[in-house]
């Protein structure tokens, strides 16, 4: 019903913004990855939004890009997860991280998130296979079950997310286990 709103940012109280729009000031939740990218209040801001009607609520979801909106729509048809879940997995993970952790399906970086239990981050992993996974924003040689080895590997070694990921990237596509932790620590120590 409401797809975008472009207005003046009223105000900021994370995780809602109100969006003045000639006179109308929209209550807007937001993931904290659209809320870090908003402007200052009083300047003009553009939001894609998904509109949700409940039995005692009407709620109204921002969001900075169209595929944090489209990521949004594929975790609430999940069963179990309602607006405000996938609200804090996207605050919690980037679509491409989300997407990285699905292709490679590692349930540790969605138990991380608040809210997410090993349950229902196995349900997500299972329920987005194939629909969020490669297509979005994930390197497309990361499935081969060595990569993903290594990059637990160099995440279980003290390496963050994108330390690991950014030295897995330089590893040729077919290299072993250990030959690939072996370079992708050298790469690491530059």
Do not use: W
């Not at 491409?96 to 970086?109: C, F, K, N, P, V």
């Amino acid at each position: 019903m409401i797809g975008k709103l472009t207005g003046i940012l009223a105000e900021r109280n994370p995780p809602q913004v109100v969006v003045d729009c000639n006179g109308v000031g929209y209550e807007v939740d937001v993931p904290m990855s659209t809320f870090y990218n908003l402007p200052s209040t009083g300047e003009r801001v553009s939001l894609l939004t998904h509109f949700v009607v409940r039995e005692d609520a009407q709620v109204l979801y921002g969001f900075g890009s169209a595929e944090e909106r489209a990521t949004f729509r594929q975790l609430i048809k999940i069963s179990g997860v309602g607006p405000r879940m996938a609200l804090g997995v996207l605050s919690g993970l980037s679509v491409a991280e989300l997407a990285q952790a699905i292709t490679l399906q590692d349930a540790g970086r969605l138990v991380k998130i608040p809210g997410i239990g090993k349950k229902t981050a196995e349900r997500l992993l299972l329920e987005l296979k194939g629909k969020l996974g490669a297509d979005i924003g994930a390197p497309a040689h990361a499935a081969t079950d060595a990569q993903a080895d290594i990059l637990q590997a160099l995440v279980a070694l003290g390496y963050s997310d994108k330390e690991a990921a950014a030295a897995l990237k330089a590893l040729p596509k077919d290299v072993a286990v250990g030959e690939g932790i072996k370079l992708a620590l050298k790469t690491l120590a530059k």
